[in-house]
């Protein structure tokens, strides 16, 4: 008996890579032969080739071999902290990098420490999270100086910036252009295509 007992919401948990389900159930592909666990990032099957089974063993015992991305024959334990942790903070700053909070509230989001995280994240990311937070805030104001009629200071707070002279110095350190001359030149290449 499966314990997550409604293939409609089985499904769905597929669809999402839902991480909250894993351990619940499996599900098996017909047509490729190959199991996996509900989040695994694989390209979702055709609903019409999935099984779906209550453990690995009996999923394996059907003939299903274990997928190499998601690896469901393992352990729960073996899934890789580092890489789950450093995904969930990347999924949060770039939703919500407009909080000019996010920064601080993150470690206690993730359920690390700021030095554990701070290290994992840089070992997947190459960058700090306050880097890439940086980063990510800046390509948010340049599509916005190049595509809206907001004012800078408008821009500045939208994404996540408190003080307008921060937003400068981030803006002219990643683009090498302050946020003004930015705006011209992109109306002005737009204007008078080369
Ligand atoms: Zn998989």
């Not at 008996?1 to 839902?18: E, F, G, I, Q, T």
């Not at 274990?66 to 073996?78: L, M, Q, V």
């Amino acid at each position: 008996m499966l314990k997550y007992d409604n293939s409609a919401r089985m499904w769905r948990a597929v669809l999402a890579s839902d991480p909250g389900a894993d351990g619940l159930f499996y599900y098996a592909v017909r047509t490729t032969g190959i199991f996996c666990r509900p989040s695994c990032k694989s390209k979702p099957p055709r609903p019409e080739n999935v099984r779906f089974f209550s453990s690995a063993a009996a999923a394996m015992a059907a003939g299903f071999r274990p997928c190499k991305r998601c690896r469901p024959d393992r352990p729960e334990e073996y899934r890789e902290p580092a890489v789950e942790l450093s995904e969930r903070a990347v999924r949060i700053l770039t939703a919500e990098y407009a909080d000019p909070q996010i920064l601080a509230a993150l470690p206690g989001r993730v359920g690390a420490s700021p030095a554990h995280l701070q290290r994992l994240f840089k070992q997947q990311t190459g960058r700090t999270p306050r880097v890439f937070l940086q980063d990510w805030r800046i390509r948010q104001a340049a599509a916005l100086l190049a595509g809206t009629k907001l004012n800078i200071t408008e821009i500045c707070l939208a994404v996540g910036f408190e003080s307008l002279s921060t937003f400068y110095a981030a803006f002219r350190s990643i683009t090498g252009a302050a946020p003004g001359s930015y705006r011209r030149d992109r109306f002005r290449s737009e204007e008078e295509p080369l």
